[in-house]
């Protein structure tokens, strides 16, 4: 923590520390996109096919639910909460889709159900957080496995299938392209959170909650209320991103949407939100959503296997956390021999 | 001069704890110590020597260069230039372990203990004593920890683990680890800050024991009172300078304000405001399980009520009780005639109050964000419309209050860890007042901040009340509380024992309702 | 994270308790005890609907089903009291278990020491460059471990299918670790139990031990003190990586196959272990022990489930709920013993 003197000013603690909140983040948006810039060049040099109509749809395809899912777990991390029960209440709600399904109901109310099922999730999810004050990482780890087993319980081992596929649209043609549903309703999502965020004074108490929770309360801001409805927006989106995901996979069955919760994690953490709550931008996550469909249409293109993708996911995911930290490392180390060579007997 | 002083310390010594004779030689002696931050100067050519034996308070404004020199000596620093000596022999304090090692220790205003661990086990982590293959010996833990508690002359219990100790007490384990380090200069920041009056008379009796075992103990402290209690000396310093030490025997409290600020100070006059307003405030039979008990009192508008009484008796439970922080278990809170129903900052807010917090940095600021964003924290929906933030009004918003509470910054945008704890303040009044509030709950109002400042906050409180506003104040610092306050009530151990009124308080009969001891009314 | 005083469990470890503490503090304690007397209930509860349960064979089984978990949760509790996260360790496993097999079909004739030996240098490297990176990096363990599990998933999927592990790959001496027992119990358990009883002397009689401990109490704290904080991590890493290793050898002679799953997920159970072992989840206290008897508690529960009769498919809902009620106890302790530790404080400065 920076000490003072009376003309007010600050002193550094390192000299590396920019002073602006903000210009910190616009480089990193900064550096996503050239990222992005990068991977699609990368692709459209190895790859012939690459701006064609099927490659931006099945791109979008892939990343569409996972993307979606990381709206509201950006503005969870952002309030120093987690909630890593997101891939099961997508299976729980394709599940229920499924379980509603094969007994004869209308897919319109089912729908409906499942949205209410991942709201009532939420709920529980919030109300451990907020009402008995439970650490966000531990519950959400318990309710990860009982949102997926009571998903287990609904559908047992049934798979359900020959969803009415023509009640939705598969594509929503822009231009000469198409670009699939899931990734089109993801765009417009992020715009309308995107705007919540850094326009509103709901964005404003979200940072506010998560540099200091007790101020924050203090000021008036209602944390706990505003946690709990995190919770739940993040219940009913990974419902509707399981309804999605159940039409795109023609199917549902107990192990729908297994591990998608480190994805979403990922694409958040690659966007630039701060694991310790109170950072990160809605443009950061859009923009590292984009990079996973990029990079991975691209790898899938020239024949790179789901495993490899993987690895550079991974990797990915470590460069974000290493970089900002590189240059604060070396300062570090610099410090650190300064100092010794400064000891002289 | 050193024997003079030395001289000094043992007449006055006589008859109190017997210690050995002071050594005239120095224990540590600092000479033209110089450190920069950048293009600030925080420390330019200061020289401080303590003797063993002797409590050496270190006075002077916020940015007087206090903290900086502190730190110098715990090691957290290195100086630019200069050259620190530790009897009789240079050293290189360069880290804090190197200092712990040479023999200085720092008893921080926070204590920072392991709450998950033992009390012996926070003294002794990283030197725990070893058995047999170099397992840590428990019993021969315990048995030195106890044994320095015994010499300290308290009674903590070194198995007992360290959640859940008073700050009071952690301080006492934190001396006890500067014992067990064999600390020779023993450094207290503030460290009376949340003791209560028994819990400092017991610092005092253990700052006494150190001295007659032939430590020094450097004294930092805002509270002069105590300073000229307790320490034989003084320093003072005053925009990164020495400015002179004295012996308190031979100054007084205005002289050494005077050396400190560098000027005389105006204190607040009286409040001027119209006594005679409606209640804003009325509070009946307020409540607490075990926390307070059948508090009723008034706040009229125009008028400063100060809570006084001990730490510990209750005062912020009232107000955040009053402010909906914390339930209450009866009673009830009315503002401007309407009771407050459910207990919460917002319905207070909604109300027209604010309550201005004890702890500016956790519950006052949030320390990472801008500086107008600070001020427009509470008044966002004001500022929003259809829930959007308007930027230019925020901007404005901060940039009208920043200018007439004089605050001191560089660029609104700049996060408050920029600001001095003075202008910080200055930022969480800010805050409250773009409510325009009715009533004003405010917490310790000037606590670690330096004088100067702390005159203009005087001052814009009883501008406040002036202009209508209704004020309660809770103050441990008596000269605040007379100075300023139309009324004063006092609670002692959850209960309100007595009212002042402006004429009749003093600080006796103050202190003795904080202990319990309400006048007697004559028949 | 700023520390308040107030905010993480109370230590557990045994002997902290003072001359006076009230009956809840001492409960607190010895969370030991009671997942211990738990799983008595539990067992004793589902042998009486289910006798076999109480048999030998099926008690075999209770016992080395969760040696592998176990394994994973010593290292991981060393990890979660230093107030960190190891995600790799289920990948890990996976990398060891693929690894050890890759060697002997190069080397059938491996001593099974030397195979348990190499699965475990296997995952201390791994654990070298988590270490490496969280430690004097200093990024966060969450993120860190998150991409390494990518990263290392990613590895073995490529790799296991370039040779194919099996059982007759695997000497039977190898095999029969997975196996056999040693007077009664599985020697995998003895494995297991072993590493309990060092690992949990050691955390409680060595000073690296205790300073992880501080570390995840109050990391401002440690810093000033002197600790050597990126040095207890990185060994916090190391540890948890070698243990892994070690879990993936043990594992590769129960199963004798490797596939591209092998250890998925087992990261979480290995956090769920822990937190129902009392072991906090922002650090600074709870033991190997409690972890070991949390994961055998989790274990049992699912096998309890089996033998009375409940469907498999609530396998996964009641040891998510029982997670959830573990956190909720331990939230619920936390909340009570403070409001006593208050009182009590509250009494004293009276006088």
């Known amino acids: 923590m920076a000490d003072t003197n009376s003309i007010g000013m600050s002193e550094p603690l390192t000299d590396l520390e920019p002073r602006v909140g903000l210009v910190k983040l616009v480089r990193w948006e900064s550096g996503l996109v050239i990222v992005l810039i990068a991977c699609i060049i990368c692709g459209a040099l190895t790859f012939k096919y690459f701006f064609t109509p099927q490659t931006i749809f099945f791109s979008g395809l892939d990343i569409g639910e996972i993307a979606m899912m990381a709206l509201p777990m950006t503005f969870i991390i952002i309030t120093g ?30 729908m409906i159900v499942c949205l209410i099922v991942g709201a009532l999730a939420g709920a529980f999810n919030g109300m451990l957080v907020t009402r008995f004050g439970l650490p966000s990482i531990a519950v959400t780890i318990g309710t990860l496995s009982l949102y997926r087993g009571i998903a287990s319980i609904i559908l047992g081992t049934n798979t359900a299938v020959g969803f009415p596929l023509s009640t939705l649209k598969l594509s929503l043609p822009i231009g000469k392209s198409e670009i699939a549903y899931d990734f089109a309703i993801f765009i417009v999502m992020s715009i309308a959170f995107g705007v919540v965020l850094h326009l509103t004074s709901f964005g404003r108490s979200l940072y506010a909650i998560g540099l200091q929770k007790e101020t924050a309360y203090f000021s008036g801001i209602q944390v706990n209320r505003i946690k709990f409805r995190l919770y739940i927006l993040s219940g009913v989106v990974c419902a509707f991103a399981g309804i999605l995901y159940t039409y795109q996979e023609a199917s549902a069955n107990n192990s729908t949407g297994i591990g998608l919760e480190l994805n979403v994690v990922a694409i958040a953490l690659l966007g630039g939100v701060s694991i310790f709550g109170g950072r990160g931008t809605i443009i950061g996550v859009v923009l590292a959503a984009c990079i996973m469909a990029v990079l991975t249409t691209w790898l899938t293109d020239i024949d790179v296997s789901g495993e490899v993708q993987s690895i550079i996911v991974g990797g990915l995911l470590l460069l974000s956390v290493l970089v900002p930290n590189a240059k604060d490392g070396f300062g570090r180390i610099r410090a650190v021999l300064r100092r010794r060579s400064a000891v002289s007997p | 001069m050193g024997e003079a002083v030395s001289q000094g310390i043992n007449e006055e010594a006589a008859g109190a704890v017997p210690h050995p004779p002071v050594d005239p030689k120095p224990l540590l002696v600092v000479e033209h110590a110089t450190k920069s931050f950048g293009a600030v100067r925080a420390l330019n050519d200061v020289s401080i020597e303590l003797l063993r034996g002797e409590a050496h308070a270190l006075l002077g404004e916020n940015g007087a260069g206090k903290s900086t020199l502190v730190k110098i000596l715990a090691g957290v620093y290195q100086p630019d230039g200069g050259s620190i000596y530790l009897d009789g022999a240079r050293v290189q304090l360069t880290s804090p372990a190197a200092a712990r090692d040479a023999g200085v220790s720092v008893i921080y205003q926070e204590p920072t203990l392991f709450p998950d661990l033992t009390v012996a086990e926070n003294i002794f982590m990283g030197r725990q004593p070893l058995k047999s293959g170099r397992r840590i010996d428990r019993s021969k833990m315990m048995k030195v920890a106890n044994d320095a508690f015994t010499r300290l002359g308290v009674h903590i219990e070194a198995s007992r683990v360290a959640r859940g100790l008073s700050v009071a007490d952690q301080q006492i384990v934190e001396i006890a680890k500067s014992i067990s380090f064999n600390a020779q200069v023993i450094i207290m920041d503030e460290p009376t800050a949340a003791l209560t009056e028994v819990e400092v008379e017991r610092l005092f009796d253990v700052v006494k024991t150190l001295r007659s075992q032939g430590a020094a103990v450097m004294y930092v402290s805002h509270r002069l009172q105590e300073v000229f209690d307790i320490c034989q000396r003084v320093t003072i310093l005053r925009d990164g300078a020495f400015v002179k030490t004295s012996l308190t025997a031979d100054t007084n409290i205005d002289e050494v304000i005077r050396s400190m600020v560098g000027r005389d100070v105006v204190a607040a006059t ?45 005062r912020t439970e009232v107000a955040r009780g009053i402010f909906g922080i914390d339930r209450v278990d009866a009673g009830s809170v009315k503002v401007g005639g309407k009771k407050l129903k459910n207990a919460s900052p917002i319905s207070a807010m909604n109300a027209g109050v604010g309550f201005v917090p004890e702890d500016r940095r956790q519950q006052g600021l949030v320390m990472e964000m801008a500086i107008d964003r600070n001020v427009a924290l509470a008044s966002l929906r004001g500022l929003s419309r259809f829930g959007f933030v308007r930027k230019a009004s925020e901007r404005k918003l901060a940039y009208d209050w920043s200018t007439r509470l004089s605050l001191k910054y560089g660029r609104l945008s700049n996060t408050v860890t920029t600001l001095s704890g003075g202008n910080q303040q200055k930022v969480v009044l ?94 | 994270m700023s520390q308040n005083l107030d905010e993480v ?37 589902t042998s009486i609907k289910n006798t076999s349960f109480a048999s030998s064979s099926s008690i075999q089984g209770l016992l080395s089903g969760p040696a592998v978990i176990i394994l994973i949760a010593v290292g991981e509790t060393l990890v979660i009291i230093t107030r960190n996260v190891d995600l790799t360790v289920g990948s890990v496993l996976g990398l060891s278990a693929y690894l050890v097999g890759d060697l002997y079909v190069h080397y059938p004739h491996t001593p099974v020491i030397v195979a348990l030996l190499f699965g475990t240098v296997v995952g201390a490297v791994c654990g070298v460059v988590t270490g490496v990176i969280v430690a004097y990096a200093r990024v966060p363990s969450l993120a860190v471990t998150l991409g390494l599990l990518y990263i290392i998933r990613g590895v073995v999927a490529v790799i296991v299918n370039a040779v194919q592990i099996n059982a007759t790959s695997l000497p039977t001496g190898f095999i029969n670790v997975g196996a056999n027992n040693f007077i009664g119990i599985p020697i995998m358990m003895w494995v297991a139990i072993v590493v309990v009883a060092v690992v949990g002397y050691a955390m409680r009689n060595f000073r ?60 979480l159970d290995a956090v769920a272990a822990a937190v129902v072992g009392g072991v906090a989840i922002f650090g600074g206290s709870g ?39 573990a956190i909720a106890f331990d939230r619920y302790l936390i909340v009570r013993s403070e409001r006593i530790l208050r009182v009590e404080g509250r009494e004293r400065g009276r006088h």
Not at chain 2, 279 to 300: A, C, P, Q, W, Y
Not at chain 2, 479 to 500: N, T
């Open chain 2, 270 to 314: 009286s409040t001027g405001g119209d006594a005679t307003g409606e209640n804003v405030l009325e509070v009946e039979r307020l409540t607490r399980e075990g926390i307070f008990t059948d508090i009723s009192f008034n706040v009229r508008a125009g008028e400063i009520v100060a809570l006084a009484g001990l730490v510990g008796a209750g």
């Open chain 1, 81 to 110: 909460e987690i909630d890593l029960s997101v891939a099961s209440m997508l299976g729980l709600s394709a599940s229920t889709l499924g379980y509603l399904f094969l007994h004869g109901w209308n897919i319109w109310p089912a």
């Open chain 2, 430 to 523: 800010a805050k409250w007042l773009a409510r325009r509030p009715r009533l004003l709950i405010i917490d310790e109002p000037t606590r670690g901040i330096d004088i100067g400042t702390k005159a203009e906050v005087h001052r814009l409180l009883t501008e406040l009340v002036s202009q209508g506003v209704a004020v309660l104040m809770i103050s441990s610092e008596m000269p605040e509380v007379l100075q300023i306050s139309d009324r004063i009530l006092v609670l002692c151990e959850g209960r309100l024992i007595d009212e002042f009124s402006r004429e009749d308080a003093n600080e006796n009969a103050i202190m003795r309702a904080a202990t319990g001891f309400a006048r007697v009314t004559a028949s």
């Open chain 3, 9 to 45: 469990a109370p230590t557990l470890s045994v002997g902290a308790a003072g001359p006076k503490t009230p009956l809840i503090l001492k409960l607190v304690r010895f969370r030991e005890f009671a997942i211990l007397f738990a799983l008595i209930v539990v067992f004793a509860a």
């Open chain 3, 287 to 325: 033991t190997v022990l409690g972890a070991a008897l949390g994961a055998l508690f989790l274990n049992t529960i699912n096998q309890a489930l089996v033998a009375a009769g409940v469907s498999s498919f609530w396998d996964e809902a009641v040891a998510g709920l029982l997670l959830v009620l």
């Open chain 3, 208 to 267: 690296a031990a205790r300073e992880m401990y501080a570390i995840g109490s109050n990391p401002e704290a440690a810093v000033l003190a002197g600790i050597r904080v990126q040095r207890r991590i990185f060994g916090a890493f190391v540890t948890s990586g070698a243990l892994a290793g070690l879990a993936g050898a043990l594992w590769l002679a129960e199963f004798a196959t490797v596939g591209s799953t092998a250890g998925t997920g087992y990261e």
